[in-house]
């Protein structure tokens, strides 16, 4: 008897040590859905495929700088080739912050886009890490976006092109998998203000979209081409109209000219009103041209990059005087609605500039008759510019534990200054930090300091010292922790309303 209450016990005591282990860790990766029907399944073998793909695919060069790439999502047997010269556009070396996959849904049916925040996504070359932590905040912060994993199980549009990714990219990387659902305009465009404020040199979007479907081969040709030419427009309306006008000309058994347009049309939305943006055709391609592929029902393939100018993406971030003038608006109106009806007022994002959907850290301080009344900022980048002010506005007025919350009595002689922090742009050496120009974030393990720019000029600390203070007094790893720590540079641009903007 005494042996069975002794097992029962520890036959307790496991489950209960599994059932703990099993909680720490709730992800659940995405495992491959296609391998071994679109691609290789077997590690050597995909890995020579993509060798030979990109042996024969359009050489780097083609276009510099590149932000997105359209790309095919079909066997790679077929679309292959073309898909590796988009890819072989992109910088290998370069440390992207995040790299947004965009496909379209071909099994499920539903509204808006759904992002898969579960777990990483796996392929036979390995795990692609998921940046789960955005994932779940972009679902947070529209309804445009939900989980749904489904959308994402038997979905081939993402996955082929992981594969691609793994070969090209050099740099450690995360991604934001998302299937799109819609079939509607309107969706499409809620979807790209949602993803504009990260369309810049630091992410990198990957647009899955194959091109005519079914035509014969020469026919194919003629309405990939005006379908490529609408995307090289960088214009959503000539894209529309060209859909539609081929649709129009009766092309036999012509279902479709674009699968993925819905992807592409939110690419579109994010890059028409930009004059820095450039498209690219790369190399166009259809089934027929392949060795296995008949010529009288075929799909297209076209590749396409999408550069920045190099002089936009060097000259840095700065905001124009009326851009200025905007933040400290929105300061103003958010603070009149909180602080009278506890309101946060409601901004329009159609009317926002490309510049303050930038995600960017920030801090707004109160001022009143030239006396600290309220300060509070934050350094993380995850929203955009805008929205960061306007939660800063509030938290200032009301949050600051060093001062009782500020009555709308008040607001009248309140005086209201912002300091917008740069993008943070990681270093790989200290000769690229600039006394009294950069702040700097140190990272190293789960501890990190900052110090904003104005604390080198007031101190008079040389360069050394700028780090080991912040290492040793901010981050909390010692003096020499910032020799093998991550190391950021910012630059904090400052104005108010009672004063000119300084640098």
């Not at 399944?41 to 890995?47: P, Y």
């Not at 801090?363 to 306007?390: H, M, N, W």
Request: charged content about 20%; some cysteine; aromatic content about 8%.
């Amino acid at each position: 008897m005494k042996k069975n209450v002794y097992f029962i016990i520890c036959l307790v005591a496991f489950l209960n040590a599994l059932s703990s282990c099993r909680s720490q860790d709730n992800s659940i990766d995405r495992k491959p859905a296609v391998a071994g029907q679109f691609y290789p399944e077997d590690k050597a073998v995909l890995q020579q495929t993509l060798a030979d793909l990109f042996s024969k695919a359009v050489q780097p060069g083609k276009a510099k700088n590149v932000v997105a790439i359209i790309s095919p999502h079909a066997g790679y047997v077929f679309s292959g080739e073309v898909a590796a010269s988009g890819f072989n556009q992109i910088d290998g070396e370069k440390e992207f912050e995040n790299i947004f996959v965009l496909g379209p849904s071909h099994h499920v049916a539903f509204e808006g886009a759904a992002i898969y925040t579960k777990g990483n996504y796996i392929t036979p070359l390995g795990p692609v890490p998921v940046n789960r932590e955005l994932a779940q905040k972009l679902i947070k912060g529209s309804k445009v976006f939900i989980e749904r994993d489904d959308a994402h199980a038997a979905e081939h549009s993402v996955e082929v092109q992981l594969p691609f990714l793994q070969y090209v990219m050099k740099k450690k990387f995360t991604i934001i998998p998302i299937v799109v659902g819609t079939g509607g305009i309107k969706t499409c465009e809620e979807i790209a203000r949602e993803l504009k404020p990260y369309f810049n040199s630091r992410n990198l979007f990957i647009i899955s979209t194959d091109f005519s479907h079914y035509p014969s081969y020469e026919d194919a040709k003629k309405v990939d081409m005006a379908s490529a030419n609408a995307v090289c427009s960088n214009s959503v309306s000539v894209l529309l109209d060209t859909l539609r006008h081929n649709e129009t000309m009766k092309i036999p058994n012509l279902s479709t000219s674009m699968c993925g347009w819905s992807c592409v049309l939110t690419l579109l939305a994010m890059t028409e009103n930009n004059p820095h943006v450039s498209f690219h055709k790369i190399l166009y391609k259809n089934s027929g041209d392949a060795p296995v592929g008949g010529r009288d029902a075929v799909v297209g393939y076209n590749a396409i990059a999408v550069s920045l100018d190099q002089e936009e993406s060097d000259q840095g971030f700065n905001l124009s005087e009326g851009e200025k003038k905007e933040l400290l608006s929105i300061v103003r109106k958010t603070l009149d609605k909180y602080l009278e009806k506890q309101e946060t007022p409601v901004i329009d994002a159609s009317s926002i500039s490309p510049a303050l959907m930038t995600p960017c850290g920030a801090f707004v301080t109160l001022k009143k008759q030239g006396i600290l009344r309220g300060c509070i900022g934050r350094f993380d980048a995850s929203e955009p510019l805008y929205k960061v002010v306007q939660s800063m506005a509030i938290a200032s007025a009301t949050e600051d534990p060093r001062f009782r919350p500020v009555e709308s009595s008040e607001l009248g002689s309140l005086e209201v200054e912002i300091s917008v922090l740069t993008p943070m742009k990681k270093i790989h050496s200290i000769d690229e930090i600039t006394l009294g120009r950069h702040g700097i974030y140190i990272r190293k393990g789960g501890r990190s300091g900052t110090f904003l720019p104005q604390v080198a000029s007031e101190t008079g600390w040389s360069k050394e010292e700028f780090l080991g203070h912040c290492a040793q007094d901010k981050a909390g790893i010692g003096w020499d922790g910032w020799k093998d720590a991550e190391i950021f540079v910012y630059e904090a641009l400052v104005f108010g309303e009672n004063e000119s903007a300084k640098q």
